[in-house]
């Protein structure tokens, strides 16, 4: 079946400008959570969904950073006013359900390039 | 709060074992265990769950001691395909179990 999707693989924008980015989780996988990955560093954690709603956005770095999930699949992250220090990989990932006894399934992640 | 890996990196003829140990400050509900290749997406191996439950591969084993909030990945008669970093994440016990905090990793590479 199909994995999770995220777009774009890539994505290089200037300093100060708003960018997006998209994940498609795996069909009827309702808990989807977002990581940020720095060179040489583990995935950390930004936001968990279950559903629809953000049940835990605590690791978002600060306002400029938004997601949503309108429709309970589709994610989009925003980051506005980007600056150098956001370039990272973006992954995003999906379970069954939001619990530890669940594997998380990644996709291949946004590449995020601030110049 | 972050979990601690070692060794950070582990070099490795083909047909050798290694293991790969992690170990968290913090009372565990379960610990994931994931392998990334450069530029890839991590992929999942195993999930070691508190009272003893496992989900995962058939050729990777894996250890939890819950009292010492440690575990281990085995991997025996290492093949080519396993270099890579490999990463535990750990979901702590209480009501936000569903958040994973990932070591730093380790690098492992398998030679001919």
């Known amino acids: 079946g199909a994995g999770v999707s995220q777009t774009p693989s890539n994505k290089v924008t200037e300093k100060g400008k708003y960018v997006e980015l998209r994940c498609d989780p795996i069909?009827?996988?309702?808990?989807l959570y977002w990581y940020r990955q720095s060179l040489g560093q583990g995935p950390e954690f930004l936001i968990y969904?279950?559903?629809?709603?953000?049940?835990?956005d605590s690791g978002l770095p600060n306002d400029r950073f938004f997601a949503v999930r309108p429709e309970g699949s589709v994610s989009t992250l925003k980051i506005q006013r980007t600056e150098r220090g956001d370039s990272a990989v973006y992954l995003c990932?999906?379970?069954?359900?939001?619990?530890?006894?669940?594997?998380?399934?990644f996709g291949p992640g946004t590449r995020l390039t601030v110049t | 709060q972050q979990p601690v890996q070692s060794p950070q990196a582990v070099i490795l003829r083909e047909g050798e074992d290694a293991v790969i140990n992690c170990s968290s400050s913090k009372a565990l509900y379960s610990v994931h265990w994931y392998r990334q290749k450069h530029g890839e997406a991590p992929i999942f191996l195993m999930i070691l769950l508190k009272g003893g439950e496992q989900k995962g591969h058939d050729k990777i084993s894996a250890s939890f001691n819950e009292k010492k909030q440690q575990s281990s990945l085995y991997l025996t008669a290492s093949q080519l395909s396993y270099s890579g970093t490999y990463f535990c994440g750990t979901a702590n016990s209480g009501g936000s179990n569903y958040k994973l905090t990932f070591g730093k990793g380790t690098l492992l590479t398998v030679n001919p």
């Open positions: 969904f279950q559903g629809t709603g953000a049940a835990d």
């Open positions: 069909s009827g996988h309702t808990a």
């Open positions: 990932a999906s379970s069954l359900t939001g619990t530890g006894f669940y594997e998380q399934y």
